[in-house]
Every structure is written in C-alpha cells, then in structure tokens.
DNA sequence: ATTTATTTTTAGATTTGCCTAAAAATATAT
DNA sequence: ATATATTTTTAGGCAAATCTAAAAATAAAT
C-alpha cells in the first residue's frame, strides 16, 4: 500500500505520542502536528476506513500492527536520510530534520535499502536514536534522563529527547554531541541545574529543563 | 518562490517541448503528461498567471526567463539524483527515471548544493544529459544520431533521445551505454540497419529506430 | 465558401486535506 | 447533582489538481 505523504505523518506522529500512553487524545495530535483538532477527527475517520488505527468518537485511538508497521518504516527513512545528510552532504544535525520530512516519504523501497547498505547499516541517527532495520526491528535503547543520572559516574550521551532547532543549537554551543562522555559533578537543589564535566573542558552549567532532555547511557 | 510538484513538472515538461518548436500545444503537453487537455489548460491559466510563461487562448503558449530558470533548476535536480542513483547507489541507468522524478521536487536549495559537490559535480547524467551548474548554466553538446556519423570512424556514444524503459534495456542488453567507443562498419539501405563494432566484442546489428536514438560525439 | 474534423476551452464534478463555527459529549468543580 | 469548562465531533466551505461532457474556436477538406 502506499499512503500520502499527510496519512505518513499522521501515522509517525501518532505513533511517537502513544509510546507509554494508552491511548492518544485529539488534542494531543493537532497539537503535535499544528493542525486544528477537526482536522484530526477528519483523518481519523480516514485511517480507521483504512484498517491503519483502532477509534472510537471521544475514546481516543492507538495505532494497530499495521499502522505500527507503516509508522516504522517511515521513521527508518527519515532515520537514514538524515544519516545520510549528515555523514555524507556534511549537514549539521541540527538542520537535517526538515529535509528528512520530506525525503521521508519518498516510496522506492530499493532505494531505502541501496541507501542503508551505501550507508553500511548505520544503528542510530545523528540524534541517537535507532534506526530500523529493513524488517522493522529494531533495539530500543534504555538510556535515562541526565537529569536522574548519578553523580560522578561516567556517562555517553546517546539521545537528545527534545530535537528542536534551540536544543540543538544550545547543546551544540556547549559542545555536547552523541557520544560525548562526561560526568555530573554536582546538582543544585535550587533550580535542579548541574554542573557538568567533559574531559579537557572547563565545567559548564546546565538547567533542568536541558538535562531533562539529554539522554545518557552508562560508560 | 516555491511551486507544487505538479506545476514542476508542467514546467519541466514545456521547457523540453519548446525545444526546437517555435509554440508549444496544448495537446502536446497532455500527451507528455498523461493527462487530459481540459486539466492543461487550467493549469496553464494558473502558471501565466503566476508570469511564468506566455500564453493567449488557442494560440500555444511558451516559457519566459522565469519559467525556463524554473525548469532548468528542476532538470538540475533530476539529473543530479541520477547520477548520485547510479553512480553511489548501485542502480542501473534505465530504473533511476522513476525515482528522479520524486526527488527533484525537494526544494531545500543546500542539498541540492551539497549533493552536486558529494558527487564532485559531474557535468553529464547516466543517460550523457548535460547537468546544469547552480547558475543554470550548462553546455548543450553539439552531438549527432548514430544514423547520420560516417563509416569507420571511432564515435563516443554520449545520450540516448529515447530513454523509455525499453530502449535502455536494449542498449543494456547490446552492451552499449553512455561512452561506449564504436565505429559503423556498414550500412543496409534495405531497411536502414547498421551493423557496429565495439572493441572487443563481436559485431552487432541495430535497427534504424535504435541507431536514430543514439548520440554519438567525434573520437 | 461551406462543411467536416480537430483542437482547445468552458462548465460542472470529484477527491484530498485542510479550515471555522456550532453542536454534542465528556470531564471538572461547586 | 447540577452547572461550568474542556474536548471532540459535525456541518459546511475552500483550494488544488484532476476528470467528463459539451461548447466554441480553429484548421482542413471538398
Ligand atoms: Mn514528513
Ligand atoms: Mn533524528
Ligand atoms: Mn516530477
Ligand atoms: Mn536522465
């Protein structure tokens, strides 16, 4: 089946929010794809015709397999392409994510796989995040929030949860990427802000709300 | 300003059309495009009005500068995807038409940038296709068909004018493709069919259609 | 110069994806 | 339990891109 590249979005996003949650309200998802919430009650319908969700009006809605399996398949491409364009077209990784949106749903599945194996089957993105084999498997990491991290262990940070352009560009001034290590020497009650060493660096300062959204990994 | 996909390609489509033609018809272009006339000239009311080409009711119509720097920058695109298909990703020149088709409507100006300094900026694309820079500038080869190069004088096959599917396959299957060197060794007025040879292999024969299709440049 | 054929345009519909405004259902607070 | 607030859905519309069928303009043939 190929589905409009509208109909990919919504099924990416939906299946973004309802990871914990149990199910997926209206609002959260005109919320998430800037739509208004009739819009989303309109594609609802929609993907429910289409077999691609399970709806019920005022009871909210969850992907079934198959929209799972549609959802993946766009996050690996919009995964390797923004592999791609950051290890190959010498993009940053905070300017990949618009163009991956629309690379994205391109629908030649030899491409996707000539790409993955030009790109020697990389496991993550540039922002950390595992990218799907051809199959739809793939190994979600169990990384925690550098906010709930010990103090002066070891970690290497394998994720970044919010990935808009001012994370990224605020992450990059402090010179924080995928795969820095570094430690947390010392939190402050006050604000919860810490204060963080990477080696052959000065320590630098960090608020909650960034720490909250840095993922970490042990080692 | 950026345009639909669908009026890319009705300025693609119109710019290779009025090659050579003084006007360009409104059948025309529904046979190019596999769509009905009606459609056509709605869309032409909408691109003359957007000043991008020139057009008077039953009277054909044609690009201006703003629409052809339009069509040249979308040919760019096609051209360079080709390429990076081809020669990066392992496809064969005759299933790449397809999926170039997609790709040149991505609009993001730096990959395309990018893209054309990855592959080292290659002049021609795998059908011997002139890239244009990102100018739009680009030398159109003065090249002649294989029907009209004299006897037993080494020519370099340089494009293909047909490129449908089956043409490619053809030339893929004789074993001839963009720089192929070859001579015409005789010519069969009976029915127009040449008989080449390429080093190293042994001679072949080609009908007048396929011979009229092959571009073939000096040495 | 008419008639006939062809080409092109118009009129009116359809589909997709979105919107606003109003109504209906559900949730929250008193 | 009732009133109030919030969420969600419905009703009706709009723009883009296409189509079919009919009308109008142009071209070709007698
Ligand atoms: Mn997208
Ligand atoms: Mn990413
Ligand atoms: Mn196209
Ligand atoms: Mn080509």
Do not use: C
């Amino acid at each position: 089946m190929k589905y409009s590249a509208s109909k990919e979005d919504y099924l990416k996003a939906i299946y973004h929010l309802q990871e914990g949650q149990s199910v997926v309200t209206t609002n959260a998802l005109a919320a998430a794809l800037q739509a208004k919430p009739a819009s989303i009650t309109d594609m609802l319908k929609k993907l429910k015709k289409e077999k691609l969700l399970n709806y019920e009006r005022y009871k909210g809605f969850r992907l079934n397999n198959e929209g799972k399996k549609v959802a993946v398949h766009i996050i690996r491409k919009h995964r390797l392409w923004e592999y791609f364009l950051v290890n190959k077209l010498q993009f940053g990784w905070d300017e990949v994510h618009e163009i991956a949106e629309e690379l994205e749903h391109l629908s030649s599945k030899k491409l996707v796989d000539q790409l993955d194996a030009f790109l020697e089957y990389p496991a993550t993105d540039p922002h950390g995040d595992p990218i799907p084999d051809s199959q739809g498997r793939f190994i979600q990491e169990r990384q925690v929030s550098l906010l709930d991290y010990p103090l002066n262990k070891m970690a290497k940070v394998s994720g970044v949860a919010s990935q808009t352009k001012e994370m990224l560009d605020l992450l990059q001034h402090k010179n924080i990427q995928i795969g820095t290590r570094l430690e947390v020497k010392r939190k402050f009650p006050f604000d919860n802000s810490l204060e963080l060493k990477i080696r052959n660096q000065p320590t630098i300062t960090v608020s909650e709300l960034v720490a909250k959204n840095v993922m970490v990994k042990d080692e």
